[in-house]
């Protein structure tokens, strides 16, 4: 099988289907998650026309003539009940409701109070109605839909649930994500390696790299390069929605993630891209809802593929609509991005005031560069980038904190 392109890869994502199953949460628990159903505003926001400014609710029509006697106030919450007649005004502060007959409000700035006498400084202001004033349902109107089914819940989706009067909303189900390492050269975190021994770091790196995209880790698996022991690590990824594999996928001799996955079952869709670092990345339909995505063992190869493919991936099976592919944004090189011959390179970089720096150091079995990286500069196939030059970046900073 040809080498496919990243594009390819993502034109796949069309394929993939929203787990089943839901259940509603308040929405301090929310946070990420996907919306099962559209949500509709229960009441008008604000309920009422309002005002912008402390100041005075008044009649458009009388101002610029005598000075206008104040009769009540109307404070938030508190609005004062009365009708304003011809002549009169009526103090107010923000967020307080104008009283029926007032169309406008003049800042408090802008007048003077003598007594019970209101003298408005006409030459400062503008007349006219709604000056100041928010109207009634300026920002939700009755049973307008706010947030359409499929939406990913952030701070910002969330305050506008609560302010159309959910105090809970229905999601999808966090799609259940297995990762499994192969190797026999890995030893876990805090062990001491042994000499071409390895520290197994992806598998921590990829379980976060996924909740971080919105999925449920079931399963933190590793395996020897050996093909019982892979096919008891894949049985018990079994129930897995999407299932990672790192290292093992390439053509070498004890490179089994291809071989024990196709034993499986399933259409094997990518099998090899056109990317650096990332070239081993198999994508495997396994034409029941659940998918196989091999990734790379070299860190650097696994945690880009992963934040490609993986994170899409998971976020097309949380039910979320739109576009989940990475979006790139044009900057500056602020150093030369290396290319990589017919293939995209994906550089590890960091912003920078003069744009985006390449980390020293790309090779893929490189640890280091992944803590300094907060975006990915992509380099097109058959050419580099030159410091000043425009470039194409994807940000990192979901990761960081």
């Given at each position: 099988m040809s080498l496919s392109s990243v594009e390819d890869v993502w034109a796949l994502l069309d394929r993939v289907a929203a787990v089943d199953g839901t259940e509603r949460i308040p929405l301090d628990r929310a946070l990420g998650r996907v919306l099962a159903e559209p949500i509709a505003a229960r009441y008008a926001s604000p309920n009422a026309d309002v005002s912008t400014m402390d100041g005075y609710a008044v009649r458009s029509e009388d101002v610029g003539g005598a000075a206008l006697t104040l009769v009540g106030t109307s404070a938030a919450g508190q609005p004062w009940n009365g009708a304003l007649a011809v002549g009169h005004a009526c103090r107010i502060a923000t967020g307080a409701c104008l009283p029926a007959g007032a169309d406008m409000v003049v800042a408090q700035e802008d007048t003077e109070l003598r007594g019970d006498a209101l003298h408005i400084a006409v030459e400062r202001i503008r007349i006219g109605a709604g000056t100041f004033v928010r109207p009634l349902g300026s920002d939700l109107r009755r049973d307008d839909v706010v947030l359409a089914g499929g939406t990913r819940l952030g701070l910002g989706q969330l305050t506008l649930a609560g302010a159309a009067g959910h105090a809970t909303v229905l999601v999808r189900r966090r799609p259940r994500v297995a990762v499994l390492s192969s190797g026999d050269e890995l030893v876990p975190i805090g062990s001491t390696p042994s000499t071409g021994q390895v520290i197994s770091t992806n598998a921590l790196m990829l379980s976060l790299q996924c909740e971080r995209a919105g999925a449920e880790l079931v399963a933190q698996l590793s395996t020897r390069?050996?093909?019982?022991?892979?096919?008891?690590?894949?049985?018990?990824?079994?129930?897995?929605?999407?299932?990672?594999?790192?290292?093992?996928?390439?053509?070498?001799?004890?490179?089994?993630?291809?071989?024990?996955?196709?034993?499986?079952?399933?259409?094997?869709?990518?099998?090899?891209?056109?990317?650096?670092?990332?070239?081993?990345?198999?994508?495997?339909?396994?034409?029941?809802?659940?998918?196989?995505?091999?990734?790379?063992?070299?860190?650097?190869?696994?945690?880009?593929?992963?934040?490609?493919?993986?994170?899409?991936?998971?976020?097309?099976?949380?039910?979320?609509?739109?576009?989940?592919?990475?979006?790139?944004?044009?900057?500056?090189?602020?150093?030369?991005?290396?290319?990589?011959?017919?293939?995209?390179?994906?550089?590890?970089?960091?912003?920078?005031?003069?744009?985006?720096?390449?980390?020293?150091?790309?090779?893929?079995?490189?640890?280091?560069?992944?803590?300094?990286?907060?975006?990915?500069?992509?380099?097109?196939?058959?050419?580099?980038?030159?410091?000043?030059?425009?470039?194409?970046?994807?940000?990192?900073?979901?990761?960081?904190?």
């Amino acid at each position: 099988m040809s080498l496919s392109s990243v594009e390819d890869v993502w034109a796949l994502l069309d394929r993939v289907a929203a787990v089943d199953g839901t259940e509603r949460i308040p929405l301090d628990r929310a946070l990420g998650r996907v919306l099962a159903e559209p949500i509709a505003a229960r009441y008008a926001s604000p309920n009422a026309d309002v005002s912008t400014m402390d100041g005075y609710a008044v009649r458009s029509e009388d101002v610029g003539g005598a000075a206008l006697t104040l009769v009540g106030t109307s404070a938030a919450g508190q609005p004062w009940n009365g009708a304003l007649a011809v002549g009169h005004a009526c103090r107010i502060a923000t967020g307080a409701c104008l009283p029926a007959g007032a169309d406008m409000v003049v800042a408090q700035e802008d007048t003077e109070l003598r007594g019970d006498a209101l003298h408005i400084a006409v030459e400062r202001i503008r007349i006219g109605a709604g000056t100041f004033v928010r109207p009634l349902g300026s920002d939700l109107r009755r049973d307008d839909v706010v947030l359409a089914g499929g939406t990913r819940l952030g701070l910002g989706q969330l305050t506008l649930a609560g302010a159309a009067g959910h105090a809970t909303v229905l999601v999808r189900r966090r799609p259940r994500v297995a990762v499994l390492s192969s190797g026999d050269e890995l030893v876990p975190i805090g062990s001491t390696p042994s000499t071409g021994q390895v520290i197994s770091t992806n598998a921590l790196m990829l379980s976060l790299q996924c909740e971080r995209a919105g999925a449920e880790l079931v399963a933190q698996l590793s395996t020897r390069d050996d093909r019982s022991a892979f096919d008891r690590a894949l049985a018990a990824a079994a129930a897995a929605d999407l299932l990672l594999t790192s290292g093992g996928a390439s053509v070498g001799d004890r490179d089994l993630v291809r071989e024990r996955v196709a034993a499986l079952g399933g259409r094997e869709l990518v099998w090899g891209i056109a990317m650096r670092p990332g070239k081993p990345l198999g994508v495997v339909d396994r034409g029941d809802g659940r998918w196989i995505l091999a990734l790379p063992g070299n860190p650097a190869s696994s945690f880009v593929t992963a934040e490609l493919f993986a994170r899409p991936w998971i976020r097309r099976l949380s039910g979320e609509l739109g576009d989940v592919v990475p979006q790139f944004f044009t900057t500056r090189a602020a150093t030369a991005l290396p290319g990589a011959g017919d293939r995209v390179h994906f550089v590890r970089a960091r912003h920078t005031p003069d744009g985006v720096a390449a980390l020293a150091d790309q090779t893929s079995g490189n640890a280091r560069s992944l803590a300094g990286a907060d975006a990915l500069a992509r380099v097109p196939p058959g050419r580099s980038i030159t410091v000043g030059e425009s470039c194409e970046v994807t940000s990192l900073t979901h990761l960081l904190g």
